[in-house]
C-alpha cells in the first residue's frame, strides 16, 4: 500500500484555471477597495477604520475596531493616531468604562471622511442592488460554507504545525 499524499490540484472541483479565476476575484475585490482609499489618499487600514466608524451604531473604542476589521490593536493605535494628527478624529472618554476611550469623528472628519465613507457604502449597496434576493443568498451561503470548510483545514494546518516543533 503507498502512502500518496494528494496534490491541491488533485482535489479542486473545478479545473486550476477556475480556482485561479475565483482568487483572482477575491484580490480584485480587495484592489477597489485598495483604490478607493487613494481617493482620499489614505491608507487602507484608514479606510476600514473610516467605515468601522460610519457603520457603527454606538461608540467604539480601538480594540472594538480592530476586532471588527480583524486587524491587531497596534496598527489601529498607528492609524487612528495618524487620523487623529490630520484632525479627522479624536478620542474621547466612554461612557460605560472609565479606562476607556471611544474614537469619534471631529466636525473636520465628518464633513472630509463621512462623505468618502458613504459613498463607499453607496456603491456597495448599488452593485448589490443589482443581484435578486435569492443569488445574493446563494452567494452569502456558498462564502460562509467555503470559510466553514476553510477554517477546517487551516485549523488541522495549524495543529499539525503545533505537534510537530
Not at 477556475?18 to 475585490?29: A, G, I, Q, R, Y
Not at 480583524?70 to 479624536?90: D, F, H, Y
Not at 452569502?140 to 483545514?153: A, D, I, M, S, V
Request: hydrophobic share 35%; net charge negative; glycine share 2%.
Amino acid at each position: 500500500m503507498s502512502d500518496h499524499t494528494p496534490t491541491p490540484e488533485s482535489l479542486y472541483p473545478v479545473s486550476r484555471y477556475e480556482l485561479d479565476h475565483f482568487k483572482s476575484l477575491e484580490f480584485d475585490t480587495w484592489n477597489l477597495y485598495e483604490t478607493c482609499s487613494r481617493l482620499l489618499n489614505i491608507t487602507e487600514t484608514e479606510m476600514w477604520i473610516l467605515l468601522a466608524l460610519d457603520q457603527s451604531s454606538s461608540p467604539v473604542s480601538q480594540a472594538d475596531i480592530a476586532r471588527m476589521i480583524r486587524i491587531p490593536v497596534q496598527t489601529v493605535n498607528s492609524a487612528c493616531a495618524k487620523m487623529i494628527r490630520l484632525g479627522w478624529l479624536e478620542l474621547q472618554p466612554s461612557k460605560t468604562s472609565r479606562k476607556s476611550k471611544v474614537v469619534v469623528f471631529t466636525d473636520a472628519g465628518r464633513a472630509e471622511c463621512l462623505p468618502f465613507a458613504q459613498n463607499v457604502r453607496l456603491a456597495e449597496a448599488r452593485a448589490l442592488s443589482r443581484l435578486t434576493a435569492e443569488e445574493f443568498r446563494q452567494m452569502l451561503q456558498t462564502k460562509e460554507k467555503y470559510n466553514h470548510y476553510l477554517h477546517e483545514q487551516m485549523d488541522a494546518l495549524i495543529e499539525s504545525s503545533k505537534e510537530n516543533e
